[in-house]
């Protein structure tokens, strides 16, 4: 067990806006996306679960609520952490990091446990603001886009056999990755093993910056720049999410859709 130390960030004062909705699809009987923020600790989550029997919905609800968990026990300067301290990364770093590795292992346990819940997993992107910094971590194809100054860019890189493929051949041209047959196999999330590598990022904030959080139910049917063009013209956080939602839906909707905008100004 480990004891960490908290670093300041209360210097720089960020005001944020946020807003999120999920919907179960055009294709879908039930939702197993999720997502969950925990307001004091400027947290948000979105979880895509996987399994059969509804047990998709169980492993995403049960990270966002470990993850949750986590964060109010290690408030605590004195709290014991489950995994030992990586002195490589920050302390918000390594406490994102720890809560997600827990939130595998609980699942993985759970599923061990119960037939049921057997081969259930969820991926998991989080991101966090602290001071003029914010860090996204993922396990998944579940994504977190930045707008800025006109433009888009995704920060998370998916754990999927088309990224892993693409990375093995970088000549891919666009037509193959679209035709490519198992594009929607990942190849890490939650649960599916005893531990699972966590993948983290630094981001220097600026004024007016805009993030968008969403499982593949967005992603897959909406491009990159259509995510750009309904989260930039809105003002209203709340009409930008419907919108991408419903643009989705429109799209085909063959998979459960959740989408999360926050904005961080200073």
């Not at 993850?67 to 109010?72: A, D, H, L, Q, T």
């Not at 990224?163 to 035709?179: F, I, L, V």
């Not at 720049?225 to 956080?237: F, K, Q």
């Not at 429109?250 to 926050?262: E, F």
Request: with cysteine.
């Amino acid at each position: 067990m480990e004891r960490a130390r908290a670093l300041g960030y209360d210097a720089i004062k960020v005001r944020i806006r946020y807003a999120a909705k999920t919907d179960v699809g055009m294709k879908r009987t039930h939702n197993e996306d999720y997502f969950a923020l925990i307001e004091d600790e400027q947290l948000f989550m979105v979880a895509d679960g996987m399994g059969g029997h509804a047990s998709g919905e169980v492993a995403s609800k049960l990270a966002a609520e470990v993850i949750g968990e986590f964060y109010r026990h290690s408030k605590d300067q004195d709290a014991t952490w489950p995994y030992r301290y990586d002195s490589s990364l920050s302390y918000a770093e390594n406490r994102m990091v720890a809560s997600i590795r827990l939130a595998n292992q609980r699942i993985h346990e759970s599923a061990g446990k119960n037939p049921h819940l057997r081969g259930m997993g969820t991926t998991i992107v989080a991101f966090i603001v602290k001071g003029d910094q914010a860090f996204v971590a993922h396990v998944g194809d579940s994504r977190c886009y930045r707008l800025r100054n006109g433009s888009i860019h995704q920060l998370t890189r998916d754990h999927s056999l088309l990224e892993d493929y693409k990375e093995a051949r970088p000549d891919m041209t666009e037509e193959e990755a679209r035709n490519f047959p198992h594009k929607n196999v990942i190849t890490r999330a939650l649960g599916m093993r005893d531990n699972v590598v966590v993948d983290i990022s630094r981001v220097e904030l600026q004024d007016g910056d805009r993030f968008v959080l969403c499982s593949d139910g967005l992603s897959g049917m909406l491009t990159d720049a259509e995510i750009h063009t309904i989260t930039g013209r809105h003002e209203d956080l709340e009409k930008a999410v419907s919108e991408l939602i419903d643009r989705a839906n429109a799209a085909g909707g063959t998979d459960n859709i959740t989408a999360m905008v926050v904005e961080c100004c200073f």
